[in-house]
């Protein structure tokens, strides 16, 4: 039995499971388990590894993209230049650290991409917005970084004005504001200046259509949510796992 799995800390509302095991059953693929490992401290990490020899392959989720690295073997160039990892293959002794979440990301945006759709703010700070870097970097979008508090390397929310809006007609949502269960929030940009060049990409995938995402619409802006990602990172994920 080839065992894969997710690790992170909850996991209660994990997509990964049920899309694996959705996968197995649909493709026809026998031997094969996908298991959630929910992990209090990332020093249980090297216990499930004694504990669970048959793995093949984890997904990695919050809060430990970060702080698994340095109980790894090897890491892809993405992972390393990022700083995260959503994805370790164990292959012949060795623990090698990818980021999957980049292939996603580009995958399910590059459809909906205009030529004028090159400048991109992308709206936080965290792990998830270093990959959406990343990818903008390999697809030659330029990009400004906007945080709560400007920065060396980001501005301000309150710094959007409507140059800056016109300016940028690509905008990324990295941050949890709007995801269920606090379906009330969203990040605070001047949203009266979105048109219709814009594109509005938002990472969260629960509720299908957030706060953020409504307003674009309601000014005429192109949408997407991040299901569509999620389903290509853990494809990935998989092609990974799973090549000679």
């Given at each position: 039995?080839?065992?894969?799995?997710?690790?992170?800390?909850?996991?209660?509302?994990?997509?990964?499971?049920?899309?694996?095991?959705?996968?197995?059953?649909?493709?026809?693929?026998?031997?094969?388990?996908?298991?959630n490992?929910?992990l209090?401290?990332?020093?249980?990490?090297?216990?499930?590894?004694?504990?669970?020899?048959?793995?093949?392959?984890?997904?990695?989720?919050?809060?430990?993209?970060?702080?698994?690295i340095?109980?790894?073997?090897?890491?892809s160039?993405a992972?390393?230049?990022?700083?995260?990892?959503?994805?370790?293959?164990?292959?012949?002794?060795?623990?090698?650290?990818?980021?999957?979440?980049?292939?996603?990301?580009?995958?399910?945006?590059?459809?909906?991409?205009?030529?004028?759709?090159?400048?991109?703010?992308?709206?936080?700070?965290?792990g998830?917005?270093?990959?959406?870097?990343?990818?903008?970097?390999?697809?030659?979008?330029?990009?400004?970084?906007i945080?709560?508090?400007?920065?060396?390397?980001?501005?301000s929310?309150?710094?959007?004005?409507?140059?800056?809006?016109?300016?940028?007609?690509?905008?990324?949502?990295?941050?949890?504001?709007g995801?269920?269960?606090h379906?009330?929030?969203?990040?605070?940009?001047?949203?009266?200046?979105?048109?219709?060049?814009?594109?509005?990409?938002d990472?969260?995938?629960?509720?299908?259509?957030?706060?953020?995402?409504?307003?674009?619409?309601?000014?005429?802006?192109?949408?997407?949510?991040?299901?569509?990602?999620?389903?290509?990172?853990?494809?990935a994920?998989?092609?990974?796992?799973?090549?000679?």
């Open positions: 039995m080839k065992i894969y799995g997710l690790i992170g800390y909850p996991l209660s509302h994990s997509f990964s499971k049920g899309f694996f095991a959705q996968k197995f059953e649909k493709e026809n693929i026998t031997g094969c388990l996908y298991e490992f929910p209090p401290g990332i020093a249980d990490f090297p216990t499930l590894l004694q504990q669970q020899p048959e793995l093949n392959g984890l997904n990695v989720t919050i809060p430990y993209k970060q702080v698994v340095p109980h790894l073997d090897d890491l160039k992972a390393a230049q990022i700083g995260a990892v959503n994805c370790i293959r164990f292959k012949d002794g060795k623990k090698t650290g990818y980021n999957t979440d980049v292939i996603g990301f580009r995958n399910s945006l590059q459809p909906l991409l205009q030529p004028h759709h090159n400048r991109a703010l992308v709206l936080g700070t965290g998830a917005a270093k990959a959406v870097i990343y990818a903008l970097q390999e697809m030659g979008i330029a990009y400004t970084i945080s709560r508090q400007a920065t060396n390397e980001a501005l929310y309150s710094s959007l004005d409507q140059a800056a809006m016109e300016a940028h007609t690509l905008i990324i949502n990295t941050t949890p504001l995801m269920y269960p379906i009330d929030t969203l990040p605070e940009i001047p949203y009266q200046y979105i048109t219709s060049r814009h594109l509005l990409y990472l969260v995938y629960n509720p299908p259509e957030t706060l953020f995402l409504q307003r674009g619409a309601a000014q005429g802006a192109v949408i997407k949510n991040g299901h569509e990602m999620l389903i290509l990172q853990a494809e994920s998989w092609e990974l796992w799973n090549q000679d």
